[in-house]
């Protein structure tokens, strides 16, 4: 077998998405573009750049097609997703969690002296003299944003006076270039009326807003003001202050969002364009069947369920019942399925479930038209 999988045979064969040996991670090029090229066209309409966040996808392939439609570049989550970027030819990369450790701070100045313009973020860690002495070995200017604190109890600095200080020390410390600015609350709030997560956002930018005043009347403006993100990207544009958007599930989808407002003049512009495609092993019992698709092959961490959207009715659901089992239900009871049908199920999460495998199966409409690796899966 080779490293495309038992599937490669049948890339270009008429019909072939219906032959995928099963489960399998699936990717409707037509919805990924038209996914994309609605993000693209959004952020021109509202006067802001798009820095898709990579680690939603982890594939250069789609980092290629989204840099070709607009995005100045992409935002990465670890060391390797920036590292895959950047060997893909991937420009604009920004890797906007920390480094820990010295070992990872030699790989990123390894990463530097490669990259175009490698953009980290910091909020003391690492400090200041660490990304110089990066900046040092890779004999190439690092450019750094201060991460701002604006929710989700994560990282970032709270205290407009600590940011003001901290990017006056990065402004005046040879090899580091102050460029900005990085603020992004996770777990926002996907469904609910739209006017009330712009209410949520509204207020949770306002601490940003006085940073930023700040860091003006310092002589400090931000040349790149990062963050926002799909539910949010809407609205992360209005006041004003970020210069770009990390949207990153936008260009997959997933249950998760299906139910998300985006858009106070478009419901729903993006389309679902990942699926996982998995086959009936069982039907030995009346109202439901197993398939070959169970939590190694689906993410249940928030403890959403799939969602059956190609090969069975859409009201079927469907569980997780083992390591490599699924089981979709029917109300009333029936069997309409036979060992052997295969359907495709929407994850949950689309990120965690892209990373149980190691390919992606790029379809349009019912043809496997080719297979594209998932890269840094490994996640350090």
């Not at 200080?165 to 709030?189: C, F, M, N, Q, W």
């Not at 961490?301 to 390591?323: K, L, N």
Request: hydrophobic share 45%; proline share 6%.
């Amino acid at each position: 077998m080779s490293g495309r999988g038992p599937n490669e045979a049948l890339i270009g064969v008429p019909g072939s998405r219906r032959a995928l040996a099963t489960p399998s991670l699936v990717l409707d090029v037509e919805a990924l573009d038209h996914n994309i090229a609605s993000l693209a066209a959004h952020a021109r309409l509202n006067h802001y750049e798009v820095r898709p966040n990579a680690k939603v996808h982890k594939s250069i392939d789609i980092a290629r097609r989204q840099v070709a439609a607009g995005a100045i570049g992409v935002a990465c989550a670890t060391l390797a997703e920036a590292e895959a970027m950047t060997l893909g030819g991937v420009p604009g990369v920004m890797l906007f969690a920390a480094v820990g450790s010295e070992k990872k701070l030699a790989r990123l100045a390894e990463l530097n002296a490669r990259a175009d313009a490698l953009v980290v973020v910091t909020d003391g860690n690492p400090t200041v003299e660490q990304f110089a002495a990066v900046a040092r070995r890779s004999g190439r200017p690092l450019h750094v944003l201060v991460d701002i604190y604006i929710g989700g109890h994560r990282t970032g600095l709270a205290d407009a006076s600590r940011a003001v200080d901290l990017a006056r020390a990065i402004s005046e410390t040879p090899g580091l270039e102050y460029a900005g600015v990085h603020a992004y609350v996770g777990g926002l709030k996907k469904s609910g009326p739209f006017e009330d997560r712009r209410a949520i956002v509204h207020g949770l930018v306002v601490p940003l807003v006085e940073v930023v005043e700040r860091l003006v009347a310092a002589g400090l403006p931000p040349r790149i003001v990062s963050g926002g993100g799909t539910a949010s990207h809407d609205i992360d544009h209005e006041l004003g202050v970020f210069t770009e958007n990390k949207s990153g599930s936008y260009a997959l989808m997933d249950v998760n969002y299906a139910a998300c407002v985006m858009r106070r003049d478009d419901a729903h512009p993006f389309l679902p364009a990942l699926t996982v495609r998995t086959t009936v092993t069982n039907a030995a019992q009346l109202g439901f069947v197993v398939t070959d698709a169970g939590y190694k092959e689906l993410d249940a961490v928030h403890g959403v369920a799939p969602a059956v959207i190609r090969g069975a009715d859409p009201s079927a659901t469907y569980s997780m019942v083992g390591d490599d089992m699924g089981r979709i239900d029917f109300e009333p009871p029936a069997r309409p399925l036979d060992v052997g049908d295969a359907v495709e199920v929407l994850p949950p999460h689309c990120y965690l479930t892209l990373t149980m495998y190691s390919q992606y199966h790029v379809v349009r409409g019912e043809d496997l038209i080719d297979i594209w690796p998932v890269y840094s899966r490994d996640n350090w």
